[in-house]
């Protein structure tokens, strides 16, 4: 080997090492990809896409994303969480069809270390016949399960699908509907917490819920106090009886229909003795009303004359 040669692999072999030293974060930790099993999709069809990750030597702990997508020729229907790696949702993943954006929060306790591992579905509905494309923000992180939020770098290859004109007489396909059939279990089962903080919802008491679903993903969650109606709700929910006397019911609903239904006994529940005792003292003032009122009657009716007979 030339002498040129050998000082130019030392020089980069010092660089490399230099690198990994000083710059750890530039070494690439995970690998995000967009995974479809539509081979051809034709306008008005309806198809899944699968947000996956692969991981190097790195726990993952959590994902802090935000894709775009061409929202003139797609338009996301939904998007599920069911069977993701991640079990925590700061921020459960929304869309804005009008802005083509997508973003969440997602992790997992203890972190995760893996390939090919299912963060979210997006069910994706085609609009208009061309190319498409479907990719991460710059705005988008990873961190570290080190305690430390550490972020750490990661390649993200954008998404490319090529919507195709339909041919007369075929009808539109949907992959969504199928696993929404399929999906016959009850989202997992969870806790009702009540708490109440200084510094959340000004101090007054709220409950706190949590839970998962393995197949379609979690749709929404019902709360109803004492004798109230159900009405959607979003966790923490501030409670409305601050006495903390009503039964509290939280319902947690997938996407296929199937419900999970919880229910808290009231925390400061009136005791019995208080119900006799509120009961006796209205019966005694309604007795005692009553006396009064017949006394006071009686002295009022006029009286009899006796006419004396000589």
Do not use: C
């Amino acid at each position: 080997m030339k002498l040129v040669e050998k000082n130019y692999v030392i020089k980069l072999a010092v660089t490399v090492i230099f690198v990994f030293i000083f710059f750890p974060n530039l070494v690439r930790a995970a690998d995000f990809f967009f995974d479809s099993s539509s081979e051809k999709i034709y306008k008005d069809d309806t198809f899944v896409v699968k947000l996956k990750l692969s991981t190097a030597d790195n726990l993952i702990n959590a994902v802090e994303g935000s894709l775009s997508f061409d929202n003139s020729k797609l338009e996301v229907k939904e998007i599920s969480t069911g069977g993701s790696i991640f079990s925590l949702w700061p921020k459960p993943a929304v869309f804005l069809n009008e802005k083509g954006k997508i973003s969440f929060v997602g992790g997992v306790m203890g972190g995760f270390q893996g390939v090919d591992a299912e963060i979210l579905k997006i069910i994706f509905t085609a609009k208009k016949e061309g190319a498409a494309d479907l990719q991460f923000e710059k705005d988008s992180s990873l961190f570290l399960n080190d305690g430390k939020g550490t972020k750490v770098s990661f390649k993200a290859n954008p998404f490319r699908v090529s919507i195709l004109e339909r041919p007369e007489g075929l009808v539109p396909k949907d992959e969504w509907q199928p696993l929404l059939k399929q999906d016959m279990t009850q989202p997992e089962p969870f806790e009702l917490i009540v708490d109440k903080i200084p510094f959340v919802f000004e101090g007054d008491y709220f409950v706190s819920f949590f839970t998962t679903d393995k197949d379609s993903g979690i749709d929404h969650y019902e709360i109803r106090e004492g004798d109230g109606g159900l009405i959607k709700a979003e966790s923490p929910y501030r409670l409305k009886d601050q006495s903390l006397r009503s039964k509290i019911e939280v319902k947690a609903l997938d996407k296929a229909g199937n419900e999970r239904l919880v229910v808290l006994q009231p925390l400061h529940p009136e005791k019995i003795y208080q119900k006799f005792l509120f009961w006796g003292i209205i019966i005694l003032i309604l007795l005692v009303a009553l006396g009064f009122f017949f006394r006071k009657k009686k002295r009022s009716k006029p009286g009899k004359f006796i006419r004396s007979r000589k």
